[in-house]
């Protein structure tokens, strides 16, 4: 290998792996750092932050996650239409009761870097609230 040369992954060179991650009794901020992590591709060698080297994560038991603190009453979920009274806030409890995928997502979210490639690599993100899944043939 040449060393005056510098290594830049090329999209045809790519082979995207598959990896399942069981939420049950994880912490979700370091549940969420593993997930962008895998991701992103950053334990691989040819890591390129520039570039989409992350592979496929699959994570089972969206609903089963652990929170550290009183986070379950006093962490909210805010949304807002932008027409008065449009404001809607949801506290972590309820949103494990209706979508408790979405707290996953929008946690692996915060974790991405801001930029144009932070779309893609979360669109390699699937989630599921229980033990079962589509893409067993991907894995093996």
Not at 71 to 79: G, S
Not at 119 to 135: A, F, M, W
Request: aromatic share 8%.
């Amino acid at each position: 290998m040449d060393m005056n040369k510098a290594f830049f992954l090329r999209k045809e060179d790519r082979a995207p792996q598959w990896h399942v991650v069981d939420a049950t009794d994880q912490v979700l901020g370091r549940l969420a750092v593993q997930i962008a992590n895998l991701l992103r591709g950053r334990g691989k060698a040819g890591y390129t932050p520039h570039t989409d080297t992350g592979d496929y994560v699959v994570v089972l038991n969206c609903a089963k996650f652990a929170v550290t603190g009183s986070k379950l009453e006093d962490k909210e979920y805010v949304r807002y239409s932008g027409w008065r009274s449009g404001r809607k806030v949801r506290t972590l409890k309820e949103m494990i009761a209706k979508h408790p995928e979405e707290i996953i997502r929008k946690a692996v979210r915060g974790m991405l870097p801001k930029n144009k490639l932070s779309s893609q690599v979360l669109s390699k993100l699937k989630l599921y609230t229980g033990s079962e899944h589509p893409h067993k043939a991907q894995i093996g």
